[in-house]
């Protein structure tokens, strides 16, 4: 998995989340909330619209998101295409541009995503977890801390699971500028990463 064939895919994905999914629930549903499904990510309210690997589904139409740009997609399912316009730090996807997706960087991602959501459902219970289009992450908040999973960012383009405590902490576990971070490497696991959220609840 090539770092540059990763970050490309994790854009595009990340501009169809803001442009094709969020923007349009946003304005239709009042919400910018996302969930995660198996594979891959879903508005929780109207328009219905998921995103599984490398296609966007809605319904039983499923349309290849490699070649396509987000305005002939949203076109085609018939969405009014645009990012929200209540955050500023977008994936920065031209509703114009060809998205560039690699279908099996984007089962992995959705691997990382379905095995995220499933560790902060085990470890915490009773949480429903977020994916947030503005930095494109599963998480949770409990008591002033993140738990997430990230599919990499511009700190590291690999995916990683996160504990972020709002305030400031110190020792060898806490290696990332916003707390502690793990990678979660070629094969997800919803065991591994729960360990992780677990380990850094004791720690706190």
Known sequence: MTGRRLAETRRAWHGVAEILLAGPQYRRSGTIRLQVVPGGFATVKAPALRVVGAELIVGEQRLALAGNTPAGLAAAVDVDAGVPDIYDDHSGVREDEALVVDGEIAAH???CFTAGDAALRRVLPGQTPVLWPEHFDVSVTVDEVNYGVSPGDSWHNEPYAYVGPWAPREGAF???????????????????????????????
């Open 174 to 204: 806490w290696n990332a500028p916003f707390g502690a971070a793990r990678s979660l490497g070629e094969q997800p696991s919803e065991a591994s990463i729960a360990e992780f959220f677990e380990e850094g609840r004791a720690k706190l």
């Open 109 to 111: 991602l959705g691997a």
